[in-house]
């Protein structure tokens, strides 16, 4: 249990100085670097099949072989996805 402790340790200092590089790095040329604002567009059938999943998750189980991979809903969902 030792060996794991000191590994979980050894991967957060890693990550601690990773972020601290890069955030350096970004800082450093940061007038440098351009940001765009982009909407995906996500295909219905794979929106749905998210959310049949999702359900099944919430619910306890997998979609049933006999619904899995069915449309349900508009054809036309499109919604623009993505975060901030």
Request: aromatic share 4%.
């Amino acid at each position: 249990m030792d060996g794991v402790k000191e590994a979980i340790d050894l991967a957060g200092a890693l990550g601690d100085a990773v972020d601290y590089l890069i955030g350096y790095l970004v800082a450093k040329y940061q007038d440098r670097l351009e940001q765009y604002d982009e909407t995906i567009t996500v295909d219905p059938q794979i929106e749905r099949a998210r959310e049949a999943v999702e359900r099944a998750i919430h619910a306890g189980s997998e979609p049933s072989p006999a619904t899995r991979g069915r449309a349900t809903g508009s054809e036309m969902d499109e919604r623009p996805r993505g975060g901030a």
